[in-house]
């Protein structure tokens, strides 16, 4: 069988390669501390559940419209109008089997061979291999570790020309928590003003905010034209593995998405949509439950993990990821990850998993019991002690 050489062009996360590792260790019998996975470990909330339950003994069990449900997208375009200030309606709105299809589709909608596209780094690295995929050229642009990983305008502006085609962004940000400052989506607006450029904005951890406020990009003047919301399901209620996701952008492009998904997944199955549309509607205090679990967390790790010598860990404002610096010497962040799974038995994922500007941190997600994470950060610091001289 002869294979198409873009097949190349695509990775795999490394968050599901070393859950897969740690796993294999536990199959073995060993005790394994799992901080790599991006999934909340709470449960979805039992009123969805039930709404799940009532659409399959409704016959919510066959196809649907590609774009999603009629009704629930209305209730997602009216839910972000009055959460999020985006001018849209439902005609905006395409529901897909998670977030990941939407940035996929949008990739591809939006890409020639040869367009650049920017993308801040470190990132969540799907960006990329979408990207490339589609035959777009990344063009990596950092982020300023001691301004809570926000944007280095400079460096952006300086890598925008005539083949520049959209700028990804994500705030907050995988992996380091971070947030994008008012300023620096103010001047990506100018610039996308001034080279008529599209965002892809990556909205997916907007409700799990612990200081500051989210401003979404669409809402600003003149952007939801110019603008790819993606945004779902799995972080704020849970839902993971239910597969639900969405993409807000102007009608034109839609539509077009809309085609995407009737040639790839058809529809995104419609039980699940009725259970999204209950999650919006329905009581949102576990939704403020988790996030005040996950403020807790948040404190133990970064506390913990700057009282170890050798590391510093900046506070996140936002999701549930802390983007440590590990200072050990002789290795990199690959094989600290390696060997603090091989040897001290956590799961952890290097920096350089989310690129080049990832080197020396390791991405730790405190979706996991706080007693998990006081073992954890325990054995992290046994690990490091044991480097030392």
């Known amino acids: 069988m002869k294979l198409a050489q873009r097949l190349g062009t695509i990775t795999t996360a490394a968050s599901f390669d070393m859950l897969a590792r740690g796993k294999a260790l536990e199959a073995q019998g060993r005790s394994v501390i799992h901080l790599g996975i991006g999934e909340p470990d709470f449960d979805t909330p039992a009123f969805i559940r039930e709404a799940a339950k009532v ?8 196809y649907g419209p590609a774009p999603g449900l009629p009704e629930f997208r209305r209730t997602i375009a009216e839910s972000w109008r009055a959460r999020r200030g985006i001018p849209c309606e439902a005609k905006h709105v395409v529901v897909c089997p998670g977030a990941k299809p939407v940035l996929f589709f949008a990739m591809l909608s939006l890409l020639e061979p040869g367009d650049e596209i920017i993308i801040p780094s470190p990132a969540f690295p799907n960006y990329g291999s979408m990207a490339q995929f589609a035959g777009g050229k990344v063009v990596s642009t950092p982020l ?38 008012d300023g620096s989506l103010q001047a990506v607006r100018e610039l996308v003003l001034k080279h008529d450029l599209t965002v892809i904005a990556d909205d997916i951890y907007a409700d799990m905010i612990y200081e500051g406020r989210f401003t979404a990009f669409a809402s600003l003047p003149g952007m939801f034209e110019r603008t790819v919301t993606v945004d779902g399901f799995s972080k704020t209620y849970a839902m993971t593995g239910w597969r639900l996701g969405f993409g807000i952008m102007c009608e034109p492009l839609a539509k077009h998405m809309a085609t995407l998904m009737n040639n790839s997944n058809s529809c995104t199955a419609t039980f699940v949509q009725k259970a999204g549309d209950a999650a919006l509607k329905g009581p949102q205090d576990d939704v403020h439950a988790m996030m005040g679990e996950f403020r807790a967390r948040r404190t133990l790790v970064v506390e913990g993990l700057n009282a170890i ?56 997600s405190y979706a996991n019991s706080q007693a998990n994470l006081r073992e954890g950060l325990a054995r992290i610091a046994g690990f490091l002690a044991r480097l030392r001289p």
């Open 309 to 364: 010598p050798g590391v510093t860990c900046f506070n996140p404002p936002g999701a549930f990821y802390a983007f440590p610096k590990v200072v050990a010497p002789g290795l990199d962040s690959g094989q600290v990850a390696d060997r603090l799974l091989d040897e001290a038995g956590v799961v952890t994922l290097p920096g350089t998993g989310f690129g080049a500007e990832g080197e020396g941190y390791l991405r730790l």
């Open 55 to 62: 659409a399959l003994d409704q016959g919510f069990t066959h």
């Open 144 to 181: 300023v570790p001691g301004r809570g990983f926000d944007l280095d305008l400079d460096a952006l502006r300086a890598r925008i020309n005539e083949r520049t085609r959209a700028i990804v962004l994500n705030s907050p940000h995988n992996p380091t928590g971070g947030m994008l400052s």
